[in-house]
């Protein structure tokens, strides 16, 4: 599966932002679709998840009730909407798709830059 990153960019805190996540190539309803985040100096770290057949979103403590990850089925397309973003939330976002049969992230899309300013 292939996986196109969008929708980064500079915002101020409080502010929201929706990432888009395209994907295309295999069957997508045998994977599960996820947001990744690596900040400067930092590892990267699981944002949230959505298994493309059932649903069943998951989310990082850090980021739960402000952040929804969502799918279009349609466009096969995953969204990551960021509400209430804060300064800890800047980071280089990525897309990354697993087999739900897996526990790994093999497929991986570009990042895309999102800043959050004071």
């Known amino acids: 599966v292939q996986l196109q990153a969008s929708g980064g960019g500079l915002v101020q805190a409080g502010d929201s932002l929706r990432l888009s996540c395209a994907a295309s190539?295999?069957?997508?309803?045998?994977?599960?679709l996820g947001w990744f985040r690596q900040a400067p100096g930092k590892e990267r770290e699981f944002v949230a998840s959505i298994n493309w057949r059932v649903g069943n979103p998951r989310y990082a403590d850090s980021v739960r009730g402000r952040f929804t990850i969502s799918r279009d089925n349609a466009k096969n397309t995953v969204y990551l909407q960021m509400n209430s973003l804060k300064l800890e939330d800047t980071a280089v976002y990525y897309c990354?798709?697993?087999?739900?049969?897996?526990?790994?992230?093999?497929?991986w899309g570009q990042g895309t830059q999102v800043t959050v300013s004071s």
């Open positions: 190539g295999r069957t997508i309803s045998s994977y599960s």
């Open positions: 990354a798709g697993r087999l739900v049969s897996s526990v790994r992230y093999d497929y």
